[in-house]
């Protein structure tokens, strides 16, 4: 009997060091959240009406609501009370009008056009300011999703327009970037630059620095410019790109331009989310929920990744370690997903027990 125990005792030892050694080897934490719930004044009806975050007004998060008569209208939340209030109440907003972006007084969108003898269309992009609507664009297909950022000083204006679809590829308007210059737009003056760039999408303008994505394989079976990798370069030296993370996309990059918000393809099941350290080219996981089927933004006011569910706004904290290296298609060192008995443990409570 005394064997016996004492083989069992070696046993409940031995797994208790297995799943040690497996937290420390891994070096995969339980994210850490601040949670808060906001009401919106107007009832969301899935399917025919949506609330989401499109931008920045003042360090404020901008949020576009579009009704079931296609109505479109803005409204900025107070993050101090998380009270929303209705703003820019004089535009005229038309429909068939899209994929908004919006800093300060800038909002920019796509708007489709349809013939009877085309059923592929055109996108006209457009930026409004209260005063004025200028047509920057004319882009083939009218479903092409349009990916627009506006740099911290309001100066530059990027827009791109590879779709991760191959059968939407057009080379001549896809592989560059669309550059718009807004120094001189008070004059109605817009100056505007294309930028040669092969296969390459999702650019962002942080101080002096370009991000952006490439397409690394052209998957047809897999969604066509699907898997991307993340790369930095100076402004106006695409020539000195540097890869950041392989088989990676953006979400969002904080305003220093030192961690990148975006999703991983490999790692895990579902794209989950990850925070990148740009410098060092590494990342952790975001574990816990489904981060990935929110809207994220970065919040000036707590100065973290945030992300939107519906109702209830997440913080994350940053991570405190960056284990894995962001220039792998993949991490061994991160257990399958199939381990279902390891990943329990990163679990976290559902929203309605945060009330």
Known sequence: MKTFNRILIL?????????????????????????????????????????????????????????NKDSIYFYKLDEENYNFKKIFNELKLEDKLYQFSVFDSFIFCKKLYFSLSDDIGYSELNLQTKKNIFTLDSIYNADKKIHSSFSADRKILI???????????????????????LDSINVGKIKREYIPCTHCADGYLIGKDLFFTKSNIRDDF???????????????????SVKIAAFSEIIAISPDGKYILGTRHFDLPNSPCAIFDVENKKYQ???????????????????????????WLVYVDFPKEFPFDALRKDNPDIPRWSNKEFYKQFELPPFETNK
């Open 285 to 311: 996981l975001l574990l816990g929920r489904n981060y990935s089927k929110a809207h994220a933004f970065y919040s000036y006011k707590e100065k973290k990744f945030a992300f939107d569910f519906g109702g």
């Open 222 to 240: 897999s969604g066509g410019f699907a898997w991307k990798d993340i790369y930095k370069a100076p402004w106006g030296k695409l020539q000195d």
């Open 11 to 67: 046993l409940i030892f031995w797994n208790f060091k297995l799943i040690s050694f497996a937290q420390e080897e891994n070096k995969l934490f339980k994210t850490n959240e601040k949670i808060t719930k906001y009401d919106f004044e107007i009832p969301i009806v899935k399917g025919e009406s949506f609330l989401l975050p499109v931008g920045d007004l003042g360090g404020s998060i901008l949020y576009l609501y579009k009704d």
């Open 159 to 181: 827009v791109n327009t590879l779709n991760t679809l191959s059968d939407y590829y057009n080379p001549e308007q896809d592989d560059r970037f669309m550059v718009y210059y």
